[in-house]
């Protein structure tokens, strides 16, 4: 059985990250997880200090692991602020949603640190589905068991493609 694409959509607060989510889960045919979703049905036992953030990156990333292993793709769309709650999260194909310069929560803004690697990094241009549709054709033509690299859409991709 093939193993599903585990699919990371992180950024700050207010960057697009859960519009964009729900754009490209039907296009790669994932299921969808959610950060406040979880917090409010499975974690609601955690709060927002670090070891707390960490965990919640511990159980997206099994909550995923799980419907990976079972053959189907997954997503999970959350802030995942640090290099030490992705590493939490585990393996994944990184799509950084680089929208904004500050999210709407100043603690969350003060402990963000860019990631040193992704796979795909989503500029301020262009809309939600535009860059579902280009991402998922990425990860059809790369395959998904190959990330594509430190892979930046940028605004010559979309001009190339209209």
């Known amino acids: 059985m093939r193993r599903g694409l585990k699919i990371l959509v992180m950024g700050l607060t207010g960057a ?4 964009f989510s729900r754009a490209l889960a039907p296009l790669l045919n994932a299921v969808h997880f959610n950060a406040d979703d979880v917090r409010a049905n499975i974690s609601r036992d955690l709060g927002f200090a670090l070891e707390d953030r960490l965990e919640q990156a ?6 995923c692991d799980k419907v990976c292993e079972a ?3 997954a997503i999970a769309d959350f802030v995942c602020p640090t290099s030490s709650t992705r590493d939490a999260f585990g393996s994944a194909f990184v799509i950084w949603l680089d929208r904004i310069r500050e999210g709407r929560f100043s603690d ?3 402990i963000f640190e860019h990631p040193q690697k992704y796979d795909v990094r989503i500029p301020s ?4 589905q535009h860059w579902a549709q280009r991402v998922a054709s990425e990860i059809q033509l790369h395959g998904p068991d190959t990330n594509c690299g430190d892979h930046v859409l940028n605004p010559d991709s979309l001009v190339r493609l209209l």
Request: glycine share 20%.
């Open 16 to 19: 697009g990250k859960t519009t």
């Open 58 to 63: 511990k159980r997206m990333g099994w909550l």
């Open 71 to 73: 053959g189907h793709n």
């Open 108 to 110: 969350t803004n003060l």
């Open 125 to 128: 241009i262009g809309d939600a």
